[in-house]
């Protein structure tokens, strides 16, 4: 499915939410029954009142977490910013650096939430009800939900919930540092994110596929890296 950035731009807060609920509809949280060769990692750098949106996905090798490649995309959005729905901000650029790949991963890790939203819409839930890709995300902050401070541990978790819903995990990355919040977008279970989010974790906070994709784009609106599709390492290939 293509969206263009002209038609989400054209869109009332109304009919955003009505999009929402009618793509809420396609959401499938069951099993991946597929192994995981290559995870993508995608993020978005854009000034709250700016038009501009840069979009990057980060190929990495699932075993090793080496990047593979990347794909850069500079776009423009007028869609409001709207806590709730910034995945209308959004979602065009992804869908472009995501057609742009001339590989694509098995699963896509984003950098927002999944299904911990109030419509279950995050940005990476609603991305996984456009493509054909598992995905799952990785959010820095609480949007929506409760839990209990897991354990200051690496790799200790607790579970996020609305009422007896589960709707992610809030997931310790280092020792005595705050958690991150990952919760499945769209074609995976529960169990499968917190497994691949624990399988992810690094030397850092963020998970390695968000981390990645938010220095690539970084990178790419400073002007060090250029727009399109690049490999890094063609190697690790299989």
Request: contains cysteine; glycine residues 6%; positive net charge.
């Amino acid at each position: 499915m293509q969206i263009s950035p002209s038609f989400y731009d054209s869109l009332s807060i109304v009919e955003a939410t009505s999009i929402q609920k009618r793509l809420r509809e396609n959401l499938n949280i069951s099993s991946l029954k597929k192994e995981i060769h290559i995870i993508g990692g995608a993020d978005i750098s854009l000034n709250r009142f700016s038009e501009v949106i840069y979009a990057g996905i980060v190929l990495l090798d699932y075993q090793t977490l080496t990047p593979i490649a990347y794909s850069l995309i500079k776009s423009k959005t007028t869609f409001p910013y709207v806590p709730g729905y910034l995945a209308f901000r959004e979602i065009p650029a992804l869908m472009m650096a995501l057609d742009q790949l001339e590989l694509k991963p098995d699963i896509i890790m984003v950098d927002g939430h999944g299904i911990a939203h109030p419509r279950r819409m995050g940005i990476a839930a609603h991305f996984g009800t456009l493509v054909s890709i598992p995905t799952m995300g990785c959010a820095k902050k609480k949007l929506y939900g409760k839990y209990e401070e897991p354990p200051l541990l690496k790799g200790a978790y607790a579970t996020l919930r609305a009422k007896d819903e589960l709707l992610g995990f809030v997931l310790r990355t280092k020792d005595k540092v705050s958690p991150v919040f990952v919760s499945p977008g769209n074609n995976m279970d529960f169990d499968e994110c917190l497994q691949i989010a624990k399988h992810c974790m690094g030397k850092y906070r963020l998970l390695e596929p968000t981390r990645r994709a938010h220095e690539h784009v970084n990178l790419f609106r400073t002007g060090q890296l250029k727009e399109g599709f690049h490999y890094i390492n063609q190697q690790t290939l299989f």
